[in-house]
């Protein structure tokens, strides 16, 4: 499978996954404001191994999200398998995705996410058999520090398989989703691929020849760097300090999907048009609309918590801010909107 990655123009912009939000009607807005890889909200690859069917409903997609990831989650390698091998058939996604990241307690001690930055063993068993389940390109999310084990001493690790992309979000395990960016670490890991350079692609091409599966990375991965960009000048400033190819972006998403078209307008010109009061108006209506399209009536009771990221900090907000979490149709939105 053609790895989509290598295509994309650098910097590469991406919507960071986020569990509960970003289903495919806010993939869709992000993607229709520039995003160039977006990716799915995590997914059980235990449930997957079992054909979850509820699990994979969700991770359903529209043509126009893609470059689009499934991101997947566990901790026992042999439901990877299995799990990468039913998303690619039944999803057929452009890629997927292992969390390597997540502390919430619920994953965290169950071995999964963040916990297995601890356990490289496992983590390369769990790549391993993604690769053997799947042809598609597949990319691991980390943190910048797991209690004392670093991203670069994580990766240093792992750094023979196949990765087609790294997601690093700099911030530690123990920071959680607050404080300040780790650029160091970032930088740490993009130069450990760029040492490694062609000797090294000389080297694996020879023992890529005496290995039943092609597990082995023959060029370095596209490092992409996420955590705190909320503006355009903080996605600047992230590439700037890390030398990463790309940004990922989580919250900043939320409140503005528009940032990303506002990042590569700065890109380009060095200015960017800031939303005002109206415009964000029509992107909320918009974006309430293909998720009406998508789910119907849920789908506008899904909308509410989005439109509470678009509507806060203005005089008069809060009384709109009541209102919205009750609407049923986009009338009502369009309805509650125009009282702005
Ligand atoms: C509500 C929420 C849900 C998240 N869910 C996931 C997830 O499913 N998988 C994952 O790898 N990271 C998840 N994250 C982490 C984000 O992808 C990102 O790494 C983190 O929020 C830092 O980026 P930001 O500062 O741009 O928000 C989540 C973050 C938030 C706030």
């Given at each position: 499978m053609p790895n989509f990655w290598k295509k994309i123009n650098k910097p590469i912009l991406a919507l960071a996954p986020m569990a509960g939000y970003t289903d495919s009607a806010f993939r869709q807005i992000c993607k229709y404001y520039g995003a160039d890889v977006v990716y799915s909200e995590m997914a059980s690859a235990t449930a997957l191994n079992f054909k979850g069917k509820k699990t994979l409903e969700l991770l359903k997609f529209k043509k126009?999200?893609?470059y689009y990831i499934v991101q997947l989650f566990g901790n026992d390698p042999k439901y990877f398998k299995n799990a990468a091998q039913v998303v690619s058939e039944?999803?057929?996604?452009?890629g997927i995705d292992i969390n390597m990241g997540c502390p919430v307690k619920k994953v965290f001690s169950n071995g999964s996410g963040a916990a297995l930055m601890l356990n490289p063993e496992r983590a390369r068993e769990i790549i391993k058999q993604t690769l053997i389940g799947t042809d598609l390109p597949v990319s691991i999310k980390i943190r910048s520090k797991v209690n004392k084990t670093t991203a670069y001493k994580f990766v240093k690790k792992i750094?023979?398989?196949?990765?087609?992309a790294i997601m690093i979000h700099g911030r530690s395990m123990k920071q959680g989703?607050?404080?300040?960016?780790?650029?160091s670490q970032i930088k740490k890991v993009k130069s450990l691929y760029r040492k490694a350079g062609a000797e090294e692609d000389k080297k694996l091409k020879a023992t890529l020849a005496n290995v039943a599966f092609n597990f082995l990375s023959s060029s370095a991965p596209i490092i992409i760097a996420n955590g705190g960009i909320n503006t355009p000048e903080d996605a600047i400033k992230m590439i700037k300090k890390t030398g990463a190819d790309g940004v990922g972006i989580a919250r900043g998403a939320l409140t503005k999907p528009w940032l990303f078209a506002q990042t590569k307008e700065f890109l380009r010109r060095g200015e960017y048009k800031k939303f005002g009061l109206s415009e964000i108006k029509k992107a909320a209506l918009k974006h309430a609309k293909m998720s009406s399209k998508n789910n119907g009536k849920h789908g506008i009771i899904e909308m509410r918590k989005y439109l509470l990221w678009y509507f806060r900090g203005f005089e008069g907000a809060k009384e709109i801010r009541k209102d919205l979490v009750r609407v049923e149709s986009v009338g009502d939105i369009e309805r509650v909107l125009e009282r702005i």
């Open positions: 126009a999200e893609r039944k999803i057929k996604p452009d750094k023979d398989l196949k990765i087609v989703f607050s404080g300040k960016i780790d650029y």
